[in-house]
């Protein structure tokens, strides 16, 4: 088995809300007690809806936000505790590809500006003949071809899809091992989404990448995890309530929530989409995370919840090679 | 081959009720590399009662066709050419009496924006009442009775939702009361502009299945227009499918998701990993969507199509109607599927 690359344990973030007419601060725990584990070379997708933390969750591992109490090891140093030189090192090491390319780049320097001024930083090259290669060659490992054509260009002046291509040869610019795509195709077309993903899984063949895929798509999600392999995290209010390896988490769910985020995924079937009926759920709406339900986080909404849930919060336990935080797990996996 | 105008005639009895016809539209737009085309020669029909789904992805012109369909004009688009008939009559040519009876009475609109359409400073009840003061409807008791119907129909609890205002709605909410804000004058006609596209996973499929249940009780015509088509799935009974500003296959939406005859439709439907099916079947569009301002000659899909010869590079194809509400715009559809 290969080494473990990012590791958290019992990881918190809370942020701090303040109360518009006085009354004091409060918090709201964006991020609670997530223990995950990342290989060299392995996946994880994170799936939740808005407001679940994945996020979150992923800048925390990036050591762009710092927890409120836990820790996040990368190569089994907490990244906290590191030296300034190890830092800046992990930093160089583990990158982000965001969600709206538009906005992440800045809108008033060329394209050849954005990626060689990484590579002059860290001095990966020494001069900017040797950027010019160097972004020549990250172009065309990204599918952007002849690579002249897009150096001189502005962000404004190209696709969405060529964008999010830039912001993956910058993610991959600094040779990282560990890179967080958070919704990295979600704004995209959908005829490129998939081309987007196959790319991210060639390079990650090609340099040997870890990713942290946060998506809320559980159809992108399958076609990421069956391509690249790996295992599935499912977030809600913060908290992880299953985690298991790749597509089975999908097929066959262990949490109620899962089976509602599978049940209430589109199928582009008329005949099946139109035979399904209303998602069974006691309440529609996602709880505010200041107002989140005792006991079982998700007791609110879930068709299946009784007195228990409502009052005891579950276990985050193994259940077969699955991880699951629910009191029915055992009898829910087999329909009971 | 036949081309929609000359089918038009011969096929008008054959079919329902035509409440609104598009022909020939073609808009453009300034901006500042030139004129883009957003609308290019678009043919449709929409069908009393049916819900319509209009798919494309961005920039294939299909919110510009629901703003035209109001007249919401934008101050820098250029209407080129074409006519929008809505019960026989050209919506170009109303006068602004004529207009105001037409919007939200006959035809109304829920816009992308749907989680910002509500004024920050009125409660839902001014909302409703406010429009129907506005289309000359003074009778507040009976505008709130119907508020409070179409409210309940949306599965929101109207004694509660009534009294407040937008920031205490949640965004599904939100969604739903703009949409009976839509309902509230009985339009023959509601536009959904991207309904969903705002709305969490959960929230999305109970706004589709509501609205599926409504267009059902009331009977009214839908235009549901989304980038997303398996949403479609769940609740058009026609779709159409829109590329580089033209509608290039129009159908049932079994015969567009079971049998799609155009080589996007088919691409497009391979592209979109679900939860069920054979994982390993999906895969991209080659290429990229055309660039607008400057659309390749020929069929517009051409450069991304695996099937494009000499002949789709340099001419157009036709939309042709090739069976029941069934149109399809290219030149090989016949070679392809073995007709």
Not at chain 1, 33 to 61: D, F, Q, Y
Not at chain 2, 275 to 296: A, E, H, L, R, T
């Amino acid at each position: 088995m290969s080494e473990v690359l990012v590791e958290t344990k019992n990881l918190v973030k809370e942020f701090k809300i303040r109360r518009r007419f006085g009354g004091g601060d409060r918090f709201i725990r964006a991020v609670d007690n997530v223990s995950i584990t990342l290989r060299e070379g392995e996946n994880l997708a994170l799936v939740g809806e808005s407001g679940s933390g994945k996020s979150t969750l992923g800048r925390l591992t990036l050591g762009l936000l710092r927890p409120t109490s836990g820790n996040v090891f990368y190569m089994g140093k907490d990244i906290w505790k590191m030296t300034k030189e190890e830092f800046r090192e992990f930093r160089r090491n583990a990158q982000i590809i965001h969600q709206d390319p538009y906005s992440s780049f800045n809108p008033v320097k060329t394209i050849f500006y954005s990626l060689s001024t990484p590579l002059l930083h860290h001095k990966i090259a020494r001069n900017k003949r040797e950027a010019y290669h160097m972004v020549a060659d990250l172009l065309r490992r990204v599918g952007l071809e002849p690579p002249s054509d897009f150096m001189n260009r502005y962000p404004s002046r190209m696709s969405g899809g060529q964008l999010q291509r830039i912001a993956i040869a910058r993610a991959i610019s600094l040779r990282p091992k560990y890179i967080v795509a958070d919704e990295a195709v979600s704004m995209l077309d959908a005829s490129l989404r998939l081309g987007i993903i196959d790319l991210l899984l060639d390079l990650q063949k090609e340099y040997g990448l870890s990713y942290l895929f946060i998506t809320h798509d559980l159809g992108i999600t399958r076609y990421f995890i069956h391509k690249g392999g790996g295992k599935v995290a499912v977030m809600y209010l913060g908290s992880l309530v299953e985690l298991g390896k790749g597509e089975e988490v999908i097929r066959n769910p262990y949490h109620p929530y899962t089976r509602i985020l599978v049940e209430a995924s589109p199928i582009p079937d008329p005949k099946m989409a139109k035979s399904r009926g209303i998602p069974k759920l006691r309440s529609l709406d996602i709880p505010s995370l200041t107002n989140i339900p005792p006991g079982c986080k998700f007791s609110s909404r879930c068709p299946y919840a009784d007195t228990i849930c409502e009052k005891k919060v579950p276990e985050y336990r193994k259940v077969d090679d699955r991880l699951v935080a629910c009191h029915y797990a055992e009898q829910f996996k087999t329909g009971e | 081959m036949e081309s929609l105008q000359e089918t038009e005639q011969s096929n008008s009895q054959e079919e329902d009720e035509i409440i609104l016809s598009i022909r020939n539209l073609t808009i453009d737009f300034k901006v500042p590399r030139g004129l883009l085309r957003a609308v290019d020669k678009l043919n449709l029909d929409v069908y009393k009662g049916e819900c319509l789904g209009i798919v494309g992805e961005s920039g294939s012109g299909k919110s510009v066709l629901a703003h035209a369909i109001l007249r919401l004009k934008d101050p820098n688009e250029i209407i080129r050419d074409g006519k929008i008939l809505f019960e026989g009559r050209n919506v170009f040519e109303f006068s602004d009496k004529e207009l105001r009876e037409y919007r939200w009475k006959d035809v109304s609109i829920v816009f992308q924006g749907a989680l910002t359409s509500l004024n920050p400073v009125l409660r839902v009840i001014s909302h409703m009442v406010d429009t129907a003061e506005a289309h000359g409807i003074r009778d507040k008791k009976s505008v709130i009775k119907k508020a409070t119907e179409l409210l309940e129909m949306v599965r929101l609890d109207s004694d509660v939702v009534l009294r407040r205002y937008q920031h205490e709605l949640s965004g599904g909410m939100k969604q739903r009361v703009v949409s009976a804000l839509a309902l509230l004058l009985d339009p023959k006609l509601v536009i959904l502009d991207e309904p969903t596209s705002a709305l969490d996973m959960l929230t999305q499929k109970f706004f589709v299945k509501i609205l599926a249940e409504i267009k059902r009780k009331k009977n009214i015509t839908m235009m549901f227009i989304t980038h997303d088509i398996a949403t479609v799935a769940e609740i058009a009974d026609r779709v159409a499918v829109m590329y580089a500003g033209k509608v290039i296959e129009v159908g049932p939406v079994e015969e567009i998701f079971y049998n799609p005859l155009h080589p996007y439709t088919k691409a497009l439907l391979n592209s979109i990993p679900s939860v069920v099916g054979d994982v390993s079947q999906f895969k991209p569009i080659p290429g990229i969507p055309p660039d607008p301002v400057n659309p390749p000659p020929g069929c517009r899909f051409h450069p991304r199509c695996p099937f494009a010869t000499d002949t789709c590079s340099k001419v157009e194809p036709n939309l042709e109607k090739i069976g029941y509400k069934r149109w399809i715009s290219c030149h090989r559809w016949r070679e392809i599927n073995h007709v």
